[in-house]
């Protein structure tokens, strides 16, 4: 078996769906046999930077460019509180809220969590794009850049944060 025979069973072996969604955090691969096949290109994954370390990094690069200190705290804030979002929804085990779970005003609480961590990570996204307008795109004194790395990051952050969601296997973990 060659190496790169190697790194495919790696990656497509029974028990790498979890090691797949959080070291990719971008690209979502489901298992179906043992003979699968990898849905995206592995030189695709092998590559692919994770996207909540990239929603940040993009907002930490505009921030080394930023020599009129354009980004203020409060544009941070927003990445912030993204990440909060991040952090709530990923708490929360799919066991928690399903309907088999024992206690109801336990799986009621859950849901709630989620919920609210939900709508934090869309709201982070809405106000992105807000700031982005208002303050960076209909401003002629501030770089229009600004605006979009502050929307990516934020874009980036949610998305990894549905990956880690449902993109991971919780039956395999054995708590």
Request: proline letters at 2%.
């Amino acid at each position: 078996m060659g190496l790169l025979d190697n790194v495919a069973t790696h990656f497509t072996a029974e028990s790498a769906r979890n090691k797949n969604s959080s070291l990719i955090a971008g690209l979502l691969v489901r298992k179906g046999s043992p003979s699968h096949k990898l849905s995206v290109p592995l030189t695709l994954q092998l590559f692919s930077p994770p996207q909540f370390f990239a929603g940040w990094w993009i907002l930490i690069d505009a921030m080394s460019i930023d020599g009129k200190h354009q980004i203020t705290t409060g544009h941070v804030f927003i990445g912030i509180f993204g990440t909060i979002s991040f952090c709530m929804v990923n708490a929360v085990k799919g066991e928690h809220i399903s309907e088999e779970n024992s206690s109801e005003s336990g799986a009621r609480i859950a849901k709630i969590w989620l919920l609210v961590g939900f709508v934090m990570g869309f709201a982070s996204i809405i106000a992105a794009v807000w700031v982005m307008i208002d303050d960076f795109i209909n401003n002629e004194k501030k770089e229009s850049w600004f605006g979009v790395a502050l929307l990516l990051q934020n874009v980036f952050i949610l998305f990894a944060s549905l990956v880690y969601k449902f993109g991971r296997n919780e039956e395999e973990w054995n708590e």
